[in-house]
């Protein structure tokens, strides 16, 4: 594998394999990489001839007073993991490559509508965020796919929706969410639980699975469901932020007509965020 932490560097190495007839496929994370990154791999592993895997912790997503600063920073596990993986370049540019005149005066994506729901209300600007950094991996690598884990469900359809409006012209991935054996969908923000609060974090799943088996069985009262599943959360000593159940296509309110449905949460456990999501199709 080999690792480039400059533009140019990536842009070398790509020109190379475009001219020897290579598909690429890139993998964008922020790194400590854990199961779910590793899928990701694997899948584009599949669909791909070349693996690109960016490192990069966008300071531009995270709000004043989130975690930043203590986002684990593991690069060279990271980088272990991905040499096993048979990832064939690992591209970690600085903040200085990616915002080379300051977060400040860099040209920003936003993505109307589906940023404005959910995590948007809760973290402004964390979608703006999210996809000036995608947009720009994307335009830096050209790649022919790109793949995010299904867990950042809304993260996905922001991409999905800011590559159709730019006519970016790569195919966007959903890959299913990884989790432990006891159900919690990994995250590196996992590693923020203490030993109680992760004996506790499984029941936000077990919450999800809930509503997904009720929604599949018939129940359609939606707002009854995201309040029931709110009290089961706050009994069992979480702070949601929201619970809710969307249209998968769009999160808009669902409609009464069939066709798939997102149920998302967002809930504090003690000072950490977890978020997660199931899909169920509704009858
Ligand atoms: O999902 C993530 O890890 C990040 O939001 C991403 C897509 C790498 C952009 O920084």
């Not at 977060?103 to 999210?130: E, K, M, N, W, Y």
């Not at 932020?241 to 007509?257: C, Q, T, V």
């Not at 000072?271 to 199709?281: A, G, H, K, M, S």
Request: with cysteine.
């Amino acid at each position: 594998m080999e690792r480039v932490s400059t533009i140019k560097e990536l842009r070398q190495q790509i020109t190379g394999w475009r001219k020897a007839g290579d598909s690429i496929a890139l993998v964008p994370t922020m790194g400590n990489l854990h199961a779910g990154h590793l899928e990701l791999v694997r899948q584009a592993r599949q669909r791909a001839d070349r693996i690109v895997v960016s490192i990069f912790i966008n300071p531009m997503q995270f709000g004043a007073g989130e975690d930043f600063g203590s986002y684990p920073r593991t690069l060279e596990q990271d980088a272990a993991q991905l040499e096993r993986a048979e990832a064939n370049l690992l591209f970690t540019p600085s903040v200085q490559e990616v915002y080379p005149r300051g977060q400040a005066l860099q040209t920003i994506v936003t993505v109307p509508g589906i940023s404005q729901t959910l995590c948007g209300v809760s973290r402004p600007g964390h979608f703006a965020g999210v996809a000036t950094v995608v947009c720009k991996l994307l335009n830096m690598v050209q790649p022919d796919l790109a793949l995010f884990g299904n867990k950042d469900f809304q993260q996905l359809l922001v991409i999905r929706q800011m590559v159709e409006d730019l006519c970016i012209p790569v195919e966007i991935i959903g890959a299913p969410t990884v989790r432990e054996p006891d159900g919690l969908a990994r995250s590196s923000r996992n590693g923020y639980l203490t030993a109680e609060e992760r004996s506790r974090a499984p029941i936000l799943y077990r919450v999800l699975s809930e509503t997904s088996k009720a929604i599949a069985e018939g129940r359609d009262d939606y707002a009854v469901l995201e309040s029931e599943s709110k009290q089961r959360l706050t009994a069992a000593g979480f702070k949601p932020d929201y619970y809710s159940i969307r249209n998968a296509a769009d999160l808009s309110a669902p409609s009464g007509e069939t066709g798939k449905l997102a149920i998302l949460a967002a809930v504090y456990l003690g000072r950490t965020r977890l978020i997660d999501n199931l899909l169920v199709e509704q009858h």
